[in-house]
C-alpha cells in the first residue's frame, strides 16, 4: 500500500473524514509517514502527518 500512496494522491483516514490531498512521502525508520493537507468546513488550510496504515486512497 506504501508504494501506492505518491504525492498529489487524493486519501482519506481509515476512519473517515476530510479528504486530502499527499504532500511528501517519508520512509523512516521501518515506518511511512504520509504528510497530507486539506481544506475544513470553514475553507482554512490545515495540514498533518499520518502513518500509511491508517490511510485509504480515494484517487
Known amino acids: 500500500m506504501a508504494d501506492a500512496i ?3 494522491k ?3 483516514l481509515k476512519s473517515g ?3 486530502m490531498t499527499v ?6 525508520e521501518g515506518e511511512t509517514r504520509i504528510g497530507c ?3 475544513n468546513d470553514k475553507d482554512e488550510l490545515k495540514n498533518s502527518t499520518f502513518l ?3 490511510l485509504d486512497i480515494i484517487r
Open 6 to 8: 505518491v504525492k498529489g
Open 10 to 12: 487524493v486519501v482519506q
Open 17 to 19: 473524514g476530510p479528504e
Open 23 to 28: 504532500r511528501w512521502v517519508e520512509h523512516d
Open 37 to 39: 493537507e486539506w481544506f
Open 52 to 54: 500509511v496504515d491508517s
